[in-house]
């Protein structure tokens, strides 16, 4: 079983930049993709950013041009650098992780950390 380990949310001021991180652990997987996902409040959960093993990246258009995500050589964790931060940014980012734990696929999120951005 795959788990997810979260970290670097919190509140900036508008203009501010965070950096979040995904670590996964667990039993032993083929990693196809890890990604953000964010979700404000009565509002659909959107893709915000997701990189694939091999290095492809894919951003959200709200996003694109103030946020990259990246990984670590071995591909784990992942970090998304989020610049320029505006109000609207303020959601609860999940990371998601897609690949295979042996020949089953999994698709696991972790429980979400809160970006606030005030203006």
């Known amino acids: 079983q795959v788990q997810l380990e979260e970290s670097g949310g919190g509140s900036v001021e508008t203009g501010g930049s965070l950096t979040l991180s995904c670590e996964t652990s667990?039993?032993?997987?083929?990693?196809?993709?890890m990604g953000w996902y964010r979700q404000a409040p009565g509002k659909q959960r959107e893709l915000v950013a997701v990189?694939?093993?091999?290095?492809?990246?894919n951003y959200g258009d709200s996003v694109k041009g103030r946020f990259t995500i990246s990984r670590d050589y071995a591909g784990n964790p992942v970090y998304l650098q989020m610049n320029s931060l505006k109000p609207e940014d303020t959601a609860v980012y999940l990371c998601?992780?897609?690949?295979?734990?042996?020949?089953?696929?999994?698709?696991?999120w972790g429980q979400g950390t809160q970006v606030t951005v005030s203006s």
């Open positions: 998601n992780v897609r690949g295979y734990s042996g020949s089953v696929p999994f698709d696991a």
């Open positions: 667990g039993s032993a997987a083929r990693i196809i993709a």
């Open positions: 990189i694939t093993s091999g290095g492809s990246t």
